[in-house]
């Protein structure tokens, strides 16, 4: 449909393809809360999301993620320093994206990421 929300869709997505999701219905409201729980600890601390460069949803709260990808980009320049070849471009920006949305509020509404910070 037109107006899916695409970030739900990915997220049903990543359940559907988890190598532990189970194979049969579950039995019980219990055992679905229960994988559910565990998806979402695995999905927040471990699983590394795109949108915000690799790092997990935990880091990047915590502001760990900052620090991680300035150590990335320096490893993928020292990479890039040895061997030169295989670069045929600058390395991959590892920088934080300030503001990540999940649904970005229409532009009229006026809110940008300079009065988020000031509201916080």
Do not use: C, K, M
């Given at each position: 449909m037109?107006?899916?929300?695409p970030?739900?869709?990915?997220?049903?997505r990543t359940v559907k393809y988890r190598p532990d999701y189970p194979r049969r219905p579950f039995q019980s409201v219990e055992e679905a809360c229960a994988w559910v729980?565990?998806?979402?600890?695995?999905?927040n601390d471990r699983h590394r999301h795109s949108g915000i460069r690799f790092v997990t949803p935990s880091?990047?709260?915590?502001?760990?993620?900052?620090?991680?990808?300035?150590h990335r980009a320096g490893?993928?320049?020292q990479a890039r320093q040895r061997?030169?070849?295989r670069w045929s471009r600058s390395t991959r920006c590892w920088n934080q994206p300030e503001v990540v949305w999940i649904n970005p509020p229409p532009p009229e509404n006026g809110?940008?990421?300079?009065?988020?910070?000031m509201a916080a």
């Open positions: 037109s107006n899916d929300n970030y739900s869709e990915s997220l049903f729980a565990g998806f979402v600890g695995w999905y880091q990047r709260h915590s502001g760990e993620a900052v620090a991680i990808s300035r490893v993928y320049e061997h030169p070849r809110v940008t990421a300079a009065t988020l910070l």
